[in-house]
């Protein structure tokens, strides 16, 4: 009867073991959680307020790609790459 006794008892320990230990796993978690969001916030605060103290950046309008003769055959190629004088 003892040994029975003592192995629930030693069970019923580990069970509280393993409580404690998800606890304070629980609690690890959302106080590195709570610390990345307070970073983020800080984070984005000192861009806004870096972007908002810069001049605007001129930005160069995009230009359209011409279009290679698409319509060209292989010969008309390599007729202009002799005339590029690109041996081939």
Do not use: C, I
């Not at 230009?63 to 790459?81: I, N, P, V």
Request: no cysteine.
């Amino acid at each position: 009867m003892e040994k029975s006794g003592k192995h629930e008892a030693s069970a019923q320990f580990a069970k509280l073991q393993r409580a404690e230990d998800a606890k304070k796993a629980a609690s690890e978690y959302e106080t590195a959680a709570a610390a990345l969001r307070a970073k983020t916030e800080r984070l984005k605060a000192l861009r806004l307020a870096r972007d908002a103290a810069a001049p605007p950046v001129a930005v160069a309008p995009k230009r359209k790609a011409k279009k290679k003769g698409a319509s060209g055959t292989l010969s008309d190629w390599l007729d202009g790459q002799d005339k590029e004088g690109r041996n081939g």
